[in-house]
């Protein structure tokens, strides 16, 4: 079946109609990872929008529900030059086709992919929708594309109730044995096996209790504090800041998200009064931002932002380049930083752009980056045994 890809600016890509079978207007953005298409379809920061994969060939491998990084998909779209309709992996459950018709998600693949991303970077992301209506009039169309937002997609991916993950208690040969097994990725097993430097040192946080608040959160990020021996309580994103404080943490976790952090003034209100507090604090990407904004600072959306597995950043304090996972569209403005309040710990290689930052008399610190890295590299890892080593300094004092 004939399926359209039309873009606000007018262009119109034609394809084949893949996923589930409507009609869908999103935020076009593009993702420049190779390989764990599985891990971006699940991650929840992609809620409102439609992804394009960059990489030619999607869905070699399949689905292996035990990668998913959360209970669902949530792109409202997916875009592909070429989808893999036979699998060849031994884990495989499903095919890709079959998962985005499981999960409600249209698609449009046969397009030139390239091109697609040529024009959002060249123009900056835009909207588009995705079709089958061959008797489309774009005139009609085009007011929709300029008119939508993605709104408040926070309040959609958040969880629903409080729920903790008991941290893992001992270790086997394959890694930490605990009801937190699901979330352990080979990687982490292999590493401590290996005993590779850049990988996590084994149950470093047993018997800490970290609050993670929930804006949108991957799986590997609570999975990566239980992993390492944290019990992790996960609030839901409206939390108050009073309900967190009163269950004594030892650290505060913000997760990632979706959309635009200004849209998140009642969460932004409570991280302020988080910040308040003397707690060790830790945020990753969405969570970074409001507490940007929590403390005075600014944020600004980006021409079409980093989505990828190959971004790198650099540690301003040691030197070292990370290349890291990245899925974000919106930026702290570095040039309404208040010195005392924060500074600059991490930048964007490519581009100049803040990745991190460092609060001044506070044991907080924040990443733009996902540290996590499902899909993608491992080299920043070990930021979570930081924040555990924070936490252990303050319990110990």
């Not at 359209?4 to 993702?31: C, M, Q």
């Not at 570095?334 to 600059?344: H, I, S």
Request: with cysteine; aromatic share 8%; charged share 25%.
């Amino acid at each position: 079946m004939k399926a359209f890809l039309i873009l606000e600016d007018g262009t119109v890509f034609e394809g084949t109609h893949i996923g589930a079978l409507r009609e869908v207007i999103s935020e076009i953005v593009f993702n420049t990872s190779m390989a764990g298409y599985p891990e971006v379809l699940t991650d929840p920061s992609y809620a409102g929008q439609a992804v394009c994969m960059t990489y030619p060939l999607i869905g070699n491998y399949g689905v292996c529900r035990e990668d998913m990084e959360s209970r669902r998909a949530w792109p409202d779209g997916f875009i592909v030059r070429e989808l893999a309709r036979m699998p060849s992996n031994f884990r495989c459950d499903m095919t890709i086709q079959e998962f985005l018709a499981e999960n409600d998600v249209p698609g449009i693949a046969g397009i030139d992919t390239r091109a697609l991303t040529k024009i959002l970077r060249e123009k900056g992301t835009m909207n588009g929708m995705i079709t089958t209506d061959e008797n489309y009039r774009i005139e009609e169309i085009l007011p929709r594309l300029k008119a939508y937002t993605t709104g408040k997609v926070v309040d959609v991916v958040t969880c629903r109730e409080k729920y903790t993950l008991r941290g893992a208690r001992e270790l086997t040969d394959n890694g930490p044995l605990s009801g937190s097994a699901r979330f352990v990725k080979e990687d982490y097993a292999r590493g401590i096996r290996e005993k590779r430097p850049s990988m996590v040192r084994a149950l470093n946080g047993a018997g800490l209790k970290v609050a993670l608040l929930d804006l949108g959160a991957k799986d590997n990020i609570a999975g990566s504090l239980a992993a390492r021996g944290c019990d992790v309580i996960v609030y839901p994103a409206h939390t108050k800041a009073q309900e967190i404080i009163d269950d004594r943490p030892d650290g505060i976790m913000l997760s990632n998200g979706p959309g635009d952090p200004k849209e998140c003034a009642e969460v932004i209100e409570e991280i302020r009064k988080l910040y308040d507090t003397d707690i060790t604090i830790f945020a990753i990407c969405l969570g970074h931002q409001l507490m940007a904004l929590a403390t005075g600072a600014d944020t600004y959306k980006m021409k079409y932002g980093h989505r990828g597995g190959n971004h790198p950043v650099k540690d301003l304090k040691t030197g070292r380049v990370y290349i890291s996972s990245q899925n974000h569209g919106y930026v702290v403005d570095m040039d309404k930083l208040d010195p005392k309040v924060a500074t600059p710990a991490f930048i964007n290689v490519n581009d100049g752009t803040n990745e991190g930052l460092s609060y001044t008399g506070k044991n907080i610190f924040t990443v733009q980056f996902h540290p996590e890295a499902c899909p993608g590299p491992q080299d920043s890892g070990d930021l979570f045994d930081r924040f555990i080593d924070m936490m252990r300094e303050v319990r110990n004092a």
